[in-house]
Nanobody
């Protein structure tokens, strides 16, 4: 049984930075990677970034490319999302998820385990 636990959310001013963490509790699930999604109030869950364990490949949504960086520490069973140059439109609940297939995916259906989420609020 795999559990994902996110942390690192909070309130930040526009232009600021936050780093989210997602730790895996339980069997890490072979070589399947991880992804980050977000969901703002009244909106659908949106893909942000994904990463494979090894070799490391990454993929980003256009809305965050150049501002957000996904990384991993396999030994620490943790995936990170470094968020820089934050904007008010980045305000959302951020979720970590485990892929159920090899490679990268932007599709919600490619993930089968989700964390509880961590809230990020960016003030203008």
């Amino acid at each position: 049984q795999v559990q994902l636990v996110e942390s690192g959310g909070g309130l930040v001013q526009a232009g600021g930075s936050l780093r989210l963490s997602c730790i895996t509790i339980g069997v890490i699930g072979g070589r399947y990677g991880r992804g980050w999604f977000r969901q703002a109030p009244g909106k659908e869950r949106e893909f942000i970034a994904s990463i494979t364990w090894s070799p490391v490949n990454t993929e980003y949504a256009d809305s965050v490319k150049g501002r957000f960086t996904i990384s991993k520490d396999y030994a620490q069973r943790t995936v990170y999302l470094q968020m820089n140059s934050l904007k008010p439109e980045d305000t959302a609940d951020y979720y970590c998820a485990a892929l159920k297939l090899f490679g990268l995916s932007r599709q919600f259906q490619s993930y089968d385990t989700w964390g509880q989420g961590t809230q990020v609020t960016v003030s203008s």
